[in-house]
């Protein structure tokens, strides 16, 4: 039995919750916020419309069922599958299994950096010293 109620079981924006309707279904926003069907179908009915809880820009379409109790490991996992389509090398594209442990060492950095809101100055450098899709190291 739950003696408190969690904030994570509450829509922001009409304050329903679980307790009062247990078939209450929260969806994630593209920055990581929840709200229940409800609500998004009532704000962005019209089309694209700002975020009630951090103002960014979102559609209907982009809202998603949540896969993770924690927000933040939601949202890396969704960071780290957008860089995997990006470098998506393996080892047969590098002359040496070195070379390609350097490749998945750059990978995780760009990994970390992407969660950064300003990215460090290290971080623009890793990012842009790994080849983007489609190219390719020469063997010799």
């Known amino acids: 039995m739950r ?5 994570d079981d509450q829509c922001p924006i009409c304050k329903t919750d679980r307790y009062l309707s247990p078939r209450l279904r929260l969806l994630v926003s593209p920055c990581y916020h929840k709200m229940c069907e409800s609500c998004i179908d009532r704000l962005f009915s019209l089309g694209p419309a700002a975020c009630p809880v951090c103002g960014q820009i979102v559609r209907k ?17 969704h960071i780290r599958q957008r860089v995997a389509r990006l470098f998506h090398r393996q080892p047969e594209d590098f002359p040496t299994l070195r070379a390609y442990n350097d490749y998945l060492e750059e990978f995780e950095d760009i990994s970390t950096c992407a969660r950064l809101t300003q990215p460090s100055i290290s971080c623009t450098r890793s990012m842009s010293s790994i080849p983007w899709r489609g190219s390719r190291t020469t063997r010799r």
């Open 3 to 7: 003696l408190t109620q969690s904030s």
């Open 61 to 77: 379409q982009q809202f998603s069922a949540q896969i993770f109790e924690d927000l933040q490991v939601e949202e890396e996992v």
